[in-house]
């Protein structure tokens, strides 16, 4: 979280791609900054990493669903 603060004082796109588990279970994240104005490159970019690594997700152990429709 703490190269979070440049890419925003900077103006410049930012995006964190979960990329899987560590030997614990904790999740791993890759976090990609672009060039300014270069939103849509970034987003391909996610999308593509997020399809290369692409394990099943992970529900806490409290999960509670808050869009779900009773």
Known sequence: ???VVAA???GLP????????DK???PIGLQLI???WGEASILRLAS????LCG?????????YDIL???
Request: proline fraction near 11%.
């Open 8 to 10: 925003n004082l900077l």
């Open 1 to 3: 979280m703490r190269f």
């Open 48 to 51: 593509a990493v997020e399809e």
């Open 14 to 21: 930012a995006i964190s791609v979960p990329v899987g588990y």
């Open 34 to 36: 672009g060039r300014p």
């Open 55 to 63: 394990e099943p997700k992970k529900k806490p152990v409290q999960f």
């Open 24 to 26: 614990q279970g904790l």
């Open 68 to 70: 779900k429709v009773k």
